[in-house]
């Protein structure tokens, strides 16, 4: 029997803020809803970023938008 614990779906929004944050890219605006959208100057890239990320592959699909080779 799998124990409540188990079940819980991953939050994956604070750990896709902090790579985005070492790649570079800094907080631009927010977005419709509870969306963010996120910005790198050096590279001239947007990304939207879901406040409620509970799959690692959406989360997986913002790293690959942002260029960035992280895999969740």
Known sequence: MLDRDSCVM???EKKVR???KQYG???HHHGRGDHDVWFNAGV???VTVDGKIKSRHMANQIMKEA???HRF
């Open 18 to 20: 902090e790579v985005l």
């Open 67 to 69: 260029h960035i080779n």
């Open 25 to 27: 890219f800094i907080f």
């Open 44 to 46: 001239n890239i947007k």
């Open 10 to 12: 991953a939050e994956y």
